[in-house]
């Protein structure tokens, strides 16, 4: 090949798609919006999120929430550390795209896909210690056995935060399936790229289709028709302004969600089980041991 013809050769210019149930189709809306670096250089368009794409992105989390919440806790851990197998291999690329998206240096923005990929491998290794923690025997009055298990809520609408668009979004989403629930990911509005390449290393890890779908778009859009839907259990607002996380909060209530409110995060700090415990429930269950007479307990 000539020196000519190489000088003439086109980029080939990557086109992002939403991920709904473990497949990539764009909006079905058909549109876009025009994706910026830091200092306003085009960089990609985006899909720009329905209210259709939200309903079928729960009807995925909906499906997968079974075979996912059954699985072994260790299973689920080992799926989490092979995402982060995943990202490590895939580095390069991340550095890149979260260096555009958030107006930092090279060295800066590998030092941010670095933690999190140890973000990844720190959930995994939680998955099967966190019932540990929050689980055990209760001592009661009486002749029973009084044991209490966590379990994972359901479907969970997450809002990622807007500035920290990798680091940040692992930071929300790995504790929500590291506990066994699905997700439904509403990317940074301004930066969602990381999010959407972060889709396709979910696709060729072992997470399962549906576990987590990931939407880009206007926040508001797509936040609100998660927060009204009757079968999203569970809203993490991390990625609301003050004004949405209370409309959002209100629309919630219908159906009882539970709801993690905004606050300030330092997503560079190791973090505590805050995240996990949100989105569990506990169950207790009583067993009888038997009568409790003069000479001891039996069976």
């Known amino acids: 090949m000539s ?16 991920y709904v149930g473990g497949k990539f189709p764009r909006s079905e809306s058909g549109r876009v919006y025009e994706v910026t670096d830091a200092k306003g250089n085009w960089l990609a368009n985006a899909p720009l999120s329905s209210r259709k794409d939200a ?8 499906k997968a929430f ?38 930092l240096g090279k060295s800066r923005a590998a030092a941010v896909v670095d933690a999190t990929i140890d973000r990844w491998v720190w959930y995994a290794g939680w998955t099967d210690k966190i019932a540990q923690v929050v ?9 029973f056995f009084n044991l209490s298990s966590p379990e994972p809520t359901g479907v969970v609408a997450v809002l990622a935060p807007q500035e920290s668009s990798f680091l940040g979004l692992v930071s929300v989403l790995a504790p929500v399936i590291a506990t066994g629930n699905t997700a439904v990911v509403v990317a940074s509005e301004k930066a969602p790229l990381p999010a959407l390449s972060l889709a396709e290393v979910l696709a060729t890890s072992d997470v399962p289709g549906g576990v987590v779908n990931v939407l880009s778009g206007r926040t508001a859009e797509i936040a609100a028709p998660l927060a009204a ?13 003050e004004a949405l996380a209370k409309e959002l909060e209100i629309a919630a209530a219908d159906n009882l969600k539970r709801v ?22 506990t169950k207790t269950v009583w067993h009888p041991t038997g009568s409790l007479g003069a000479s001891g307990s039996s069976y």
């Open 3 to 18: 020196e000519k013809s190489e000088q003439q050769r086109l980029s080939v210019f990557k086109t992002y798609k939403l």
């Open 55 to 62: 309903r079928d992105a729960v009807v995925a989390a909906r």
């Open 66 to 103: 079974g075979g996912w919440s059954g699985a072994t806790a260790y299973n689920r851990g080992q799926v989490l550390y092979r995402v982060a197998e995943m990202l490590e291999g895939r580095r390069d690329q991340f550095v890149r795209e979260v260096a555009d998206a958030e107006g």
């Open 135 to 143: 689980g055990g025997g209760n001592p009661v009055a009486g002749p």
């Open 229 to 241: 839907h009757q079968d999203v259990n569970a809203i993490d607002l991390a990625g609301a302004d």
């Open 260 to 281: 993690l409110r905004p606050q300030p995060v330092d997503y560079a700090r190791t973090p505590g089980i805050d995240r996990m415990t949100a989105f569990l429930e």
